[in-house]
């Protein structure tokens, strides 16, 4: 039998899986990092983490592996997207990575506005300006930290960083790429138009290459620290997202995912590249060649639930929080909840705008705020569908992953809230399982990914939409669409006092 590993480097942590031929899941490890929040709207953290916590990881995995480590074939990423990691001539890092959920750069969305143009900028890359994205990151350094802009000789993605510190080799691929606003999607190349209305030097761009390509095998100083053969073929990967398509067999069109990690998305597989959403979801290629898909974004979906836990719960675990949802009304007898508390992206680009609970009482309990940050965290995402909807596609079943999925009232709460069928797969660890799937086709294991995704990806069980619930989630999704507009002057009056 052999073996393939997905690694996938996370917001929370980096999650690894290793796989077997058939398509099982023979172990998972994850090791978790903090994030690096020096001011509000600030998000950063430590690459060398990223590579410390992965090489702890795989060393963990192969020494609970009791086959011949020989065996095991391939490798490849998923990572999240967006996050700039800046290194110098030598290869060495210049700052600490600034994430997709730093909002800082709102002043440099407006100057890529101005010298490319909204228009051009959305043919060539699909997408809008947006904070989160790598391009302004890049510009922030270039106007704030001026003599690390010098340094600069190539920028990196996370997984791309990771990669290079288990391979020696600099890549970057089209799936990620196409999340830095650098990219002509359609062209699959750098977009030498922009860097040069930008003044950035092409040479900062890595070499593109396609997911399922190999991008060398791990250097020996690695193999000694991990236990795994220097023969491991390590494969490109590709963004979370795009990883966690593929591993939930999202690779036709007409299919949907909801994925709730650190961030939430609903994303759609799409087969061409010309379709127009005006930027209202995000655009991108896909891990499948030739492929794109289409994505809303909730900044912090996931988050919100463990900034909650963190602050008001920090000694109970996420299944103790949840233990008593249930017992909570839909509606959380009154309380509603928005998960704005990094800023939002889809539908409302807006960095300033953040959190409420609307309806507090005298007589909410603990248990009463989780129901409402479950449910407001789903309305988020349900906005994301309702612009799918109104753009004539049509949903009527969701595969849900993310740490998310594990909750089996959230899986009911977003068949009820999305009104479409919900799928839960054995593993809800949609971007390692694709991943690895990019190993195991890379490998040549399969003559596809939808081959591929036929052994792998199963489903473990479903929910369906109850009437009475859609109907009550109708009227207080409508509520809480309100929220925004009721706050956005308000939190815009608060920016002077924040951190
Ligand atoms: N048992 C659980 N039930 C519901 N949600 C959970 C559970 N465990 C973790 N989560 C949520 O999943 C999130 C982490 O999901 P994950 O997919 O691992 O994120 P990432 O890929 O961003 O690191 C946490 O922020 C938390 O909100
Ligand atoms: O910014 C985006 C997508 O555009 C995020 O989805 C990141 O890719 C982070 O993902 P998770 O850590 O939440 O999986």
Redesign the pocket.
């Known amino acids: 039998m052999k073996y393939v590993i997905g690694v996938d480097l ?3 942590a980096v999650k690894i899986l290793l796989m077997n031929q058939d398509g099982e899941v023979c172990q998972e490890v994850s090791k978790s990092y903090p994030l690096i929040q020096e001011k509000s709207g600030y998000s950063e953290q430590d690459p060398e983490q990223w590579v410390e916590k992965t090489i702890d990881g795989l060393n963990e995995l192969v020494k609970n592996f009791n086959g011949n480590v020989q065996d095991i074939e391939g490798l490849s990423f998923s990572g ?3 996050g700039l990691v800046l290194l110098d001539q030598e290869h060495n890092v210049l700052r600490n990575a600034i994430l ?2 730093d909002t800082r750069t709102t002043e440099q969305c407006r100057k890529i506005e101005d010298l490319v143009g909204k228009e051009r900028l959305l043919a060539i890359t699909k997408n809008p300006a947006l904070e ?1 994205f790598t391009l302004p990151k890049i510009l922030w350094v270039k106007d704030h930290e001026a003599a690390i802009f010098e340094k600069a000789a190539v920028f990196l993605l996370p997984k791309d960083y990771l990669r290079f510190r288990l391979t020696g080799l600099l890549h970057s691929e089209y799936s990620d790429a196409a ?1 830095t606003l650098l990219l002509d999607v359609a062209e699959k190349k750098w977009s030498e138009e922009i860097c040069e209305r930008l003044g950035i030097n092409t040479s900062l761009c890595p070499p593109l290459v396609a997911s399922h390509e190999q991008t060398g095998t791990i250097i020996s100083e690695v193999a000694e620290k991990t236990g795994l053969s220097t023969n491991v073929k390590v494969f490109a990967g590709g ?3 795009a990883c ?1 398509a593929i591993g939930s067999g999202i690779l036709s069109d007409g299919k949907t995912l909801c ?1 709730i ?5 609903v994303l759609s597989y799409e087969q061409k590249s010309d379709l127009d959403f005006g930027g209202k979801v ?1 655009y991108f290629n896909h891990g499948e060649e030739n492929a794109y898909y289409t ?1 809303g ?1 909730t900044l912090a ?2 988050y919100s639930l463990s900034w909650f836990k963190d602050v008001f719960a920090s000694e109970v675990d996420f299944e103790e929080l949840l233990s008593c949802i249930d017992e909570v009304p839909i509606g959380a007898n009154g309380l509603l909840f928005t998960p704005y508390i990094a800023g939002e ?1 889809t539908p409302h680009a807006d960095s300033v705008i953040r959190g409420s609970f609307i309806g507090m009482d005298a007589s909410h309990e603990r248990r009463d705020f989780v129901r409402a940050v479950l449910e407001g965290i789903t309305f988020s995402l349900n906005e994301s569908i309702e612009i799918f909807r109104e753009n004539g596609k049509q949903i009527d079943t969701v595969i849900s992953i ?1 740490g998310g999925a594990k909750n089996k009232t959230w899986l009911q709460m977003q068949a009820d809230i999305f009104n479409v069928n919900i799928m839960k797969l054995v593993s809800e660890q949609g ?1 390692g399982m694709g991943a690895a799937m990019l190993a195991a086709f890379g490998c040549a294991w399969f003559s596809s990914l939808k081959e591929c995704a036929d052994k792998f990806v199963q489903v473990s069980e479903s929910f369906t939409p109850k009437v009475e619930n859609v109907e009550a989630y109708k009227k207080l999704f409508n509520l809480y669409k309100d929220v925004y507009k009721s706050t956005k002057a308000l939190n815009e009056g608060l920016i002077e006092f924040r951190k």
């Open positions: 996370g917001t929370s999240q997207m967006h997709w959920n989160g999340g963004a979370d997202n966690g994925s990690g650190t961030s939430g998305v995000h994505m974004v979906a996931g992206r993310g971007p």
